[in-house]
């Protein structure tokens, strides 16, 4: 009998111990389970702020993109007016237009007759105010392209670019302002025809007027006495629209 109940009250100690030791694993899972329930919060917050982060830099670094591309074009177009107003340098010929005189006079090394004179060179028509030796230059003679080179560079520097500056003045005064491609069709009918014969035309009347574009679409027209000169206007008119290629 006290066998028998000795048996019994272990046999009780041992579930006790055992319920017990249920207990504490189970308080230790559920300890578990909440601190990586925690930790997951934790780090999904953590990937979140770092995306909206990552968005966010990413949505400011397209947004320079666009704010700078932006200003790039905002200063582009400013560049594509051309005045003269106090402060901004004197409007001058660019290489484009020199390139484009160039191309439309073809290089002579010899002596030519065209309208009262001798040409040669880069179209240089022989005059009073020129050196002894190119005054005496007849039809035939020869002249190096190096000399014909500093001669064209002389009428660019003594005759274009002033001639450029009085007219663009002109314009300015009438709040009239143009690009540096008409700039350079303008240089490129003064060096065919001369300024004055530039200021009686019709196209520089449109232009005083401010009717830019009125004042282009008459060049093809403009001062033309040779089959040459057709060509030759219709590129001008062309360069002057920004459509001509060198």
Known sequence: ????????????????????????????????????????????????????????????????????KATKEMKSDETKVVTNKKGIEPVHISEKGIRF??????????????????????????????????????????????????????DIDEFINPALVRITDELSANKVYISQDIVDGIASLIYNCGESGFKSTRFYALLKEGKINEAISCVPETKVSCEGHKERRKNEQALMMGNYEI
């Open 101 to 154: 005189i160039k191309e439309a006079e073809k290089f002579s090394p010899q002596g030519y007759w065209d309208v009262n004179g001798v040409t040669l060179g880069w179209g240089h028509k022989i005059n009073s105010d020129d050196p002894e030796w190119l005054k005496s230059k007849k039809v035939g003679d020869w002249i190096s392209k190096s000399e014909a080179d500093k001669l064209f560079q002389k």
């Open 1 to 68: 009998m006290n066998n028998l109940v000795k048996n019994n009250l272990t046999t009780q100690k041992v579930i006790e111990i055992r319920n017990f030791k249920k207990q504490q694993n189970e308080n230790v899972k559920s300890v578990l389970c909440f601190w990586v329930l925690i930790f997951g919060v934790l780090f999904i917050g953590k990937i979140t702020n770092e995306s909206n982060v990552s968005a966010k830099t990413i949505s400011n670094i397209d947004a320079h993109k666009v704010i700078t």
